[in-house]
C-alpha cells in the first residue's frame, strides 16, 4: 500500500525559505508516471504547484515558477519541495500527491490519485 508523509512545513517569514519534505513508501517511482505537490489555502480549492514525471521533467505553476523547487532524493524515496522568496500568499495546506498509474499508460499531465496528509506552511509579513 502506498503511503506519502509529508513534513517540513511551518511558520516562516515573508522573504524566507522552507524546504518540504515527502517520505514516499510502497511506490516505485522509476515505473510510475510522476508525483506533485498540491496546496490549499484556507477557503480556496486545492491547487497545482509542481510536478515531476518518470523522466524528471518538471513542472511548475506560474505563482511559484522560480521560487520553488521540485526534486527526488533518497533513491527516489523522498519527494522535496525548496521554497524560496516566500510571500503570504503562499501560505497553505501543502500535499504531497503520486500519480497511481504504471509507466505506458500516463497520461499527458502527472495526475495525482494518492494523497498525503498535508504540511501547514504559515507565511508572515
Known amino acids: 500500500q502506498v503511503q506519502l508523509v509529508e513534513s517540513g512545513g511551518g511558520p516562516v517569514q515573508a522573504g524566507g525559505s522552507l524546504k518540504l519534505s515527502c517520505g514516499v513508501f510502497?511506490?516505485?517511482?522509476?515505473?510510475?508516471?510522476?508525483m506533485a505537490w498540491y496546496r490549499q489555502a484556507p477557503g480556496k480549492e486545492r491547487e497545482f504547484v509542481s510536478s515531476i514525471d518518470r523522466f524528471r521533467t518538471t513542472t511548475y505553476a506560474d505563482s511559484v515558477q522560480g521560487r520553488f523547487t521540485i526534486s527526488l532524493g533518497n533513491g527516489d524515496n523522498t519527494l522535496y519541495l525548496e521554497m524560496k522568496n516566500l510571500n503570504t500568499e503562499d501560505t497553505a495546506v501543502y500535499f504531497c500527491a503520486a500519480d497511481k498509474n504504471y509507466y505506458g499508460y500516463c497520461n499527458s499531465k502527472v495526475t495525482p490519485a494518492i494523497w498525503g496528509q498535508g504540511t501547514q506552511v504559515t507565511v508572515s509579513s
Open positions: 510502497g511506490y516505485t517511482f522509476s515505473n510510475r508516471c510522476g
